[in-house]
Nanobody, 122 residues
Framework: VQLQASGGGLVQAGGSLRLSCAAS????????MGWFRQAPGKEREFVAA????????YYADSVKGRFTISRDNAKNTVYLQMNSLKPEDTAVYYC????????????????WGQGTLVTVSS
């Protein structure tokens, strides 16, 4: 499976962006998908994830209520809608996938996209 993230850019604080992650291959619907981010000088951290079957979602406390993860299995795509963006959301955002159950640990994911930069200005 190959993952291609897109949708990053520069936005003012309080604004919105929607990230997309397109997956190749026919196994997408069997994958749990996640979004992670890495800010300059910091470690990569979990942002949100969605299960493969019932599309249950999980969020980091820092984004809960502002970000929404969703998936469209017909399009092999997972999305991250980001609202009420803050300067501290500035980071490179990565999508990741793993077959089977959902985990929030970075080490649990087998497949990674190339990352898309989100910059939030104050």
């Amino acid at each position: 499976v190959q993952l291609q993230a897109s949708g990053g850019g520069l936005v003012q604080a309080g604004g919105s962006l929607r990230l997309s992650c397109a997956a190749s291959g026919r196994t997408f619907r069997s994958f749990s998908m996640g979004w992670f981010r890495q800010a300059p000088g910091k470690e990569r951290e979990f942002v949100a994830a969605i299960t493969r079957i019932d599309a249950s979602t999980y969020y980091a406390d820092s984004v809960k209520g502002r970000f929404t993860i969703s998936r469209d299995n017909a399009k092999n795509t997972v999305y991250l809608q980001m609202n009420s963006l803050k300067p501290e959301d500035t980071a490179v955002y990565y999508c990741a996938g793993r077959p089977g159950y959902l985990y929030t640990s970075i080490n649990a994911y087998d497949y990674w996209g190339q990352g898309t930069l989100v910059t939030v200005s104050s």
